[in-house]
Nanobody, 119 residues
Framework: QVQLVESGGGLVQAGGSLGLSCAAS????????MGWFRQGPGKEREFVAS????????YYADSVKGRFTISKDTAKNMVYLQMNSLKPEDTALYFC????????????WGQGTQVTVSS
């Protein structure tokens, strides 16, 4: 079983920055890709960013390109999301997720960490 635990959420003013972390653990943790998703108030969950576990490829939603940066530490089984120039519309519950090797879907999810951006 895989556990994903997010941390680093909080309250920040518009224009500010916040960094999120996701710690992955479990004997069966073996990922192809890690990513971040978010779900704002009254909205559906949406993709934010992802990163290949082997290799440097990263992917971003258009809404966060140039403001958010996803990174990883494969030795520590950690993935990070640095969020700059935050906007009130970035307010959401942010989830860490994993696509296991051999799977084509986001099978493993964390519980989420709340990010609130005040105007």
């Amino acid at each position: 079983q895989v556990q994903l635990v997010e941390s680093g959420g909080g309250l920040v003013q518009a224009g500010g920055s916040l960094g999120l972390s996701c710690a992955a653990s479990g004997r069966s943790f073996n990922t192809n890709r890690m990513g971040w998703f978010r779900q704002g108030p009254g909205k559906e969950r949406e993709f934010v960013a992802s990163i290949r576990w082997s290799g440097p490829r990263t992917y971003y939603a258009d809404s966060v390109k140039g403001r958010f940066t996803i990174s990883k530490d494969t030795a520590k089984n950690m993935v990070y999301l640095q969020m700059n120039s935050l906007k009130p519309e970035d307010t959401a519950l942010y989830f860490c997720a994993s696509v296991p090797l051999g799977s084509g879907t986001w099978d493993d999810w964390g519980q989420g960490t709340q990010v609130t951006v005040s105007s």
